[in-house]
Each structure stands twice: as C-alpha cells, then as structure tokens.
C-alpha cells in the first residue's frame, strides 16, 4: 500500500453566511476516513477508504499521516467524527 491521506465525508450543501456577509456554502464535516493514494499517482486519492467506502464525493484534507508521526492520523478538530473503521486499521 502506498501513501494513506485523509479524506472528509461531509453532508450536502448548506447555504450560510461568510464573514463579509455574502452568501458562501458549508459543507460540515459527517465522518474523517483513511484513504490510501491512487495506484501510480501519489496525489490522487485512491477509490476507497480503508473501511471501504467510496472517495469519489469526499473531499481530500491535504494531511498524510505519514508526516506527523507520533500525533493522531486525522484533524483534532474532528476527532468526534473519526470513522471507527478506519480508525482500527490505521492503529495496526
């Protein structure tokens, strides 16, 4: 396996407000997956998670594990909403 990065399933669209007050779009964050690169293309994320499910709508973080050894795989700011899957596999 190649280089693991992490990924957001995150809800639909919702519309809100950004800080000048002009319309923006939200999308909250619904669970944090391990996802390892594409075959070949180590910036593209591969087509499943380590749970398995599907990449194609998640959206790549931009965090590889890899380069912050000894601090947990995901964001802290969404430890809530860690894939207990990908979490198991990821502590192997």
């Given amino acids: 396996m190649g280089e693991i990065v992490v990924v957001y399933e995150v809800d639909r669209v919702a519309a809100t407000r950004i800080s000048r007050g002009e319309p923006g779009e939200v999308r909250p964050v619904r669970r944090v997956h ?5 075959p070949g ?47 198991a596999v990821m502590e192997i």
Avoid: I, Q
């Fill in 41 to 87: 293309s180590p910036t593209a994320t591969g087509p499943r998670t380590l749970c398995g499910k599907d990449t194609f709508a998640m959206e790549r973080t931009g965090r590889k594990p890899s380069e912050n050894p000894g601090t947990p795989w995901y964001p802290e700011e969404h430890a809530s909403a860690v894939c207990p899957d990908c979490d």
């Fill in 34 to 38: 391990a996802a390892p690169t594409a």
